[in-house]
C-alpha cells in the first residue's frame, strides 16, 4: 500500500526544519526517519525526490554555511567552529569544509579577510533612501 504524498511531504519539512534547527547536534537519518514514522530508506529517497539532496548531503551543506559564517565573523578558532557546527574531530571537519569550499577552513578565513564586501546594486540604496510620498 503505497502512503499518501502530503503527509509524508508534511514528515519530511519538519525533519527538514530539524536539521535547520538542530544542526549542530548529532543527528542521524536513522533518528529523523523514526520522527518521520518511515523507514531511512523510504525517508532518504523522499528527501532527495522533495529537496533535491540527501538528508546528509543537507545536513552537511547547513554546517558548512553556519562555518562558513563563523570563519568571517573572525571570533572563533578553527576548532572552536568546528565544534561548534557539530564536528567533534577537526581532522572530519577539515575534510568536510575542503569538500564543500575546495579550500581549507584557515584559508577560507584568511581569504575573506582580505576580500572586499560585496557591491550593492545601486537601486537598493535608492529604495531605502529615496523619500516616500
Given at each position: 500500500?503505497?502512503?499518501?504524498?502530503?503527509?509524508?511531504?508534511?514528515?519530511?519539512?519538519?525533519?527538514?526544519?530539524?536539521?535547520?534547527?538542530?544542526?549542530?547536534?548529532?543527528?542521524?537519518?536513522?533518528?529523523?526517519?523514526?520522527?518521520?514514522?518511515?523507514?531511512?530508506?523510504?525517508?532518504?529517497?523522499?528527501?532527495?525526490?522533495?529537496?533535491?539532496?540527501?538528508?546528509?548531503?543537507?545536513?552537511?551543506?547547513?554546517?558548512?554555511?553556519?562555518?562558513?559564517?563563523?570563519?568571517?565573523?573572525?571570533?572563533?578558532?578553527?576548532?572552536?567552529v568546528?565544534?561548534?557546527?557539530?564536528?567533534?574531530?577537526?581532522?572530519?571537519?577539515?575534510?568536510?569544509?575542503?569538500?564543500?569550499?575546495?579550500?581549507?577552513?584557515?584559508?577560507?578565513?584568511?581569504?575573506?579577510r582580505?576580500?572586499?564586501?560585496?557591491?550593492?546594486?545601486?537601486?537598493?540604496?535608492?529604495?531605502?533612501?529615496?523619500?516616500?510620498p
Open positions: 500500500m503505497r502512503r499518501p504524498a502530503a503527509p509524508l511531504a508534511r514528515h519530511l519539512l519538519r525533519a527538514r526544519d530539524l536539521i535547520d534547527r538542530a544542526y549542530a547536534e548529532p543527528l542521524s537519518v536513522a533518528d529523523l526517519a523514526r520522527g518521520a514514522s518511515v523507514s531511512p530508506a523510504y525517508f532518504s529517497r523522499g528527501f532527495k525526490a522533495a529537496f533535491g539532496e540527501t538528508p546528509h548531503q543537507y545536513l552537511m551543506s547547513r554546517r558548512m554555511e553556519r562555518a562558513k559564517a563563523l570563519l568571517r565573523d573572525g571570533q572563533r578558532s578553527v576548532t572552536e568546528c565544534m561548534a557546527v557539530g564536528f567533534a574531530s577537526l581532522g572530519s571537519f577539515s575534510t568536510q569544509f575542503r569538500r564543500f569550499t575546495g579550500e581549507s577552513p584557515s584559508a577560507y578565513r584568511e581569504r575573506s582580505h576580500q572586499e564586501p560585496p557591491l550593492v546594486p545601486g537601486c537598493y540604496p535608492r529604495m531605502w533612501t529615496r523619500p516616500r
